[in-house]
C-alpha cells in the first residue's frame, strides 16, 4: 500500500484540531518512516510559529463574510496602507491576484512591487501551501532572481506577497526593441537559466515561465535579467481539475502556450523541474522566431479537450522551419510574430543553425525524460553552440523513431509480427533439418583438417627446431675457428626458422658485440629482452653497457629495471654483474649510496679467507686472441694446421667448459642460463659476476665460476662510491685494486680521473686524463689489431668511462675513435654488413 505524501499528511494534519487527534493521525500515517515524519514536524512547527504573520488564525466564517461583504475591488483603494507599504499604482493583473507599486515606509523607503491574492481564491489549505512555499523562496539568492522581501494577511484575511520592483520590460520586446543580434540573445537566455536552476536547486518550481515572467531592464547599459513571480504559482496552486484548469486558462490567457504536456494533461504524473525545461525550450523557440511553437490563435479558438490534445500529442515545427514560414502563412496574426521579430525572418533567416533547433526541440520533447536533465545543462549545450564546440543534443534516432511509431500502431505491428513469427518458424523448422545434415558433414570435414593441419605445424615446428639447433652448432664451431662471416650467416639461418626464441638473438648479439659491432649487437640485445629473456644470467654481462654506448636509454633502463626487480626481495647485496650495469649512467644517483654499500659488502665477502682457489688468482696477462683482423681466416691458429675445417663443412671446435652449443630440440634442450648446480655461487643466487665468455679463442672456457677477484670487486665498488659522491674512499677502492695484477690499469685511470674531478683537485684529474688517453689508445690498437684486449664487455666500459671524464673535466664531447669505426666498417664487410 502507498504511503501519502509529505504534503498531503501535512495538511489533513493542519485539519486536526484535537492535538491527541493529530498525534494519532501522524503516527498512522507515518509509520516507521523517521524521515517522513521528521519533515511534517518541521512544517508544523513553522505553520504553528506565533510570530509569523500568517499564522493568525483565519475564521471560516469571517473568511466567509469577508468575500462575500467585501465587493470593492482593491484596486480602487489606491493610497491605502498594508502593514509599512502605502499602495500607489496598479501595475498588473493575473488570475490570481493584484499587483501594485508600493511605497514602504519604515524600516527604509523604497518602492516595491506587492501582489495581494484576489478575494475567492484564499483558504486555510492556501494559506498553509503559501507558508510552506516561501520558506524556500525566502532562501534564494540569486542577481536574476526577483527577491521576495515579505509575506503577510490584510486586515480583512487576505494573503499578499512584497517583492523587489522589476522596472523592465519581458525578455521577448526587449530583445525585439533593441534588435539584439542572436548572440545576445542566447547569453541573456542563459542568465535565464542560471535563475530557474538556483531556484530548482533551492526545491522550488516556477510553473510558469513566460516572456511577462522575466523581465530585462537596462543597469549601466547592461541588460540584466530578472526572473518574476517564483514560488507563487506553486504556493497558490490548485489541483487540476477541469473546472479550475478551465478558468485558469480563461483568466491567464496565453498560459497554455507555455504549458507542459504533463501539466497539460492532468494525470497523476507529478510536475517536477523537468517542466520548466519545458516552458524554457518554448521561450528559447520565442527569442529565435518571434513566435511560440502552437499559434496563439489557433489555441484561442480551440476547445478545452483540443487544446489539451494539442499540447499534448503534436510535434512544433523545428524552429528554422518556422521562420522561413512565418511570412508566407496566412495563419499568422500580428499577434502571433512581433514586427521585430518580422524583420528578424527576412534578415537573419540563416541565423537558426539545426544546432539550435535540436536543442529547441530537445527541450520541447513530449516524454519528458527525453528532455535535459536540469536547466543547467540546457545552459551548458547553448555555450556549446556558441562557443562552436558539439552540442549534447542530437536528432532523434532511428531506433526512437521506430519505438514512437510501434507506440502509435501498436495492433498493426503485433499482426505482422506474429504473421511474420509464424512464416519464420515454419521456414526455419524447414532449413533446420537441411542444414543440420550439411553442418555435421562440414564439422567433419572441418575437423580433419585441422587435425592435418596441426599434425603438419607440429612436424613443421620440430624441422625447423632440429635445424635450428644444427645451425646454432654450426656457427658455433665457425665462431671458434675465426670463421665469423660464416658463424653470422648460420646465426641468421637459425633467427629465421625461429625468430621468436630468444637464445638465437643472444647467442648473435654476444658473438657481434665481441667483434665490436656495437649496434648491431645492441639491436640483438634488445630483440632477445623484447621476447622475455631471464636477464639474470651471465649472458648479459656487458648488455647495458652496449645499450649506454650506443645510445639506446629505453633499452637501458628497460634492463636495468628488471635486474633491480630480479633482486629486490632479496637480503644479499645486489650482485656485481648488476651493480656494473646501474652504475654505467651517471643520472642514476638516487640509490647510489645502497649501491655503494652493496659494494662494500661485496669487498668484505671477497677478502674473506678461502673464497678463491688457484684458478681465482689474480687476472692473467692478456692472451693471444684469434686473429679479428681478418674474421674470414679458414684456421683458427696458423701453427695448428689440424684445426683447418674440411672443405664445405663446419670447422669442428674442441670442447669447451660450460659453453656447448645449446640443443634446441624439445627433449633435449637446456638453454645456457648458468643456472644448474655446478654454476651456483656461495649464496646460491647464480654464477659469480664475471662468467668470461671472450675472448672466444680455443679452449679458454669461463675465466671464473664462483666470484670475481677481490680487485673486480674493488673496482666496481669505487665505481659505486664514486656515484655516491664519495671520492675518498673512491680512490682507496682503486689503489687496493691497483695494488693486485687485476683489473688491468687501463681500466682504473678514468675513474681516478673523475674521482680527483669530484675533490676539486684539477691538476691530478687531468694527469689521470693524460693517463686514461694513453691507456685507452693501447687498448684501441689491441682491439683492432691480433693482440687481444680483454673481455670486450671492459673494453666498452673503459670507452664509456672515459668519454665521461672527458667532458666532465675538459667539457669536450668526444665520438667513437676513428681506428674503431674503421675495423668495425672492416668487420661489417666482412660479414656482409657494410652500410
Known sequence: MNRP??????????????????????????????ELR??????????????????????????????????TPISDHLGLTIGPYRLMEQIGEGGFGLVFVAQQEKPVRRKVALKIIKPGTASREILARFDAERQAVAMMDHPNIARVFDAGVTDDARPYFVMELVKGQPITEFCDQHALPLRKRMELFRDVCAATQHAHQKGVIHR?????????????????????????AKAIGQDLTDQTLYTRFYSMIGTPLYMSPEQAAMSGLDVDTRSDIYSLGVLLYELLTGTTPFDRGRLDTAGYDEMRRIIREEEPPRPSHRLTTIQSSSSLTAVDVRPMAADLTSARREAIPNDLDWIVMKALEKDRTRRYESSSAMSDDVRRFLE????????????????????RNRTVLVT???????????????????????????????????????????????DHLKTANLLLGESRAYEVANEYSAADAKLGQAIELVPNYYLVWLQRALM???????????????????????????QWEGAAAVFYLTDRPEDYEELCARLVKTHVNDEAPLPLNTLRSLLISPTHSSDARQWAADGERLVAMAQGPGRFGRRFGDREPARSSPDRSSPDRSSPDRSSPDHSPLEGSPPEGPERSGLGAPDLGAATFNPPEFDSPQFRGPEGRGPGPRDLRNPRGPNQGPRFLDLAPPSIVQYVAAWASLRAENPQRALELLDMA??????????????????????????????????ADESLSKM?????????????????????????????????????????????QQTRESLGLAR
Open 5 to 34: 505524501s509529505q504534503r498531503t499528511i501535512f495538511l489533513e494534519a493542519l485539519d486536526q484540531d484535537d492535538p491527541q487527534g493529530r498525534e494519532t493521525y501522524l503516527r498512522s500515517a507515518c509509520g516507521d518512516d523517521v
Open 38 to 71: 521528521s519533515a511534517v514536524d518541521a512544517l508544523l512547527l513553522a505553520h504553528d510559529r506565533p510570530e509569523n504573520p500568517l499564522d493568525r488564525p483565519v475564521l471560516p466564517n469571517q473568511l466567509a463574510e469577508t468575500l462575500v461583504t467585501d465587493q
Open 738 to 771: 691497483a695494488q693486485a695484477r687485476g683489473p688491468s690499469a687501463e681500466m682504473l685511470h678514468s675513474l681516478r680521473a673523475l674521482a680527483y674531478h669530484q675533490l676539486g683537485d684539477d691538476s691530478q684529474s687531468k694527469l689521470e686524463l693524460a693517463r
Open 416 to 462: 505482422a509480427m506474429l504473421v511474420a513469427l509464424a512464416l519464420l518458424v515454419g521456414t526455419g523448422a524447414s532449413l533446420y533439418q537441411a542444414s543440420r545434415a550439411v553442418a555435421e558433414r562440414d564439422e567433419k570435414e572441418v575437423a580433419l583438417n585441422d587435425a592435418i593441419e596441426a599434425r603438419n605445424e607440429i612436424i613443421q615446428f620440430a
Open 780 to 824: 684501441i690498437d689491441a682491439f683492432t689489431s691480433s693482440t687481444n684486449p680483454g673481455p670486450w664487455f671492459d673494453f666498452v666500459e673503459v670507452v664509456i668511462l672515459h668519454r665521461e671524464a672527458t667532458q666532465a673535466i675538459t667539457g669536450t664531447k668526444i665520438e667513437t675513435d676513428p681506428a674503431i669505426r674503421r675495423f668495425q
Open 512 to 538: 657481434r658485440a665481441d667483434l665490436g659491432l656495437w649496434e648491431e649487437a645492441a639491436k640483438d640485445f634488445s630483440e632477445a629482452m623484447r621476447l622475455e629473456a631471464p636477464v639474470d644470467s651471465r
Open 208 to 232: 510558469d515561465l513566460k516572456p511577462s515572467n522575466v523581465m530585462v531592464a537596462l543597469h549601466d547599459d547592461k541588460p540584466v535579467v530578472k526572473v518574476i513571480d517564483f514560488g507563487v
Open 388 to 407: 562552436s564546440e558539439p552540442i549534447e543534443a542530437r536528432p532523434p534516432s532511428n531506433a526512437y523513431r521506430l519505438r514512437k511509431f510501434a507506440a
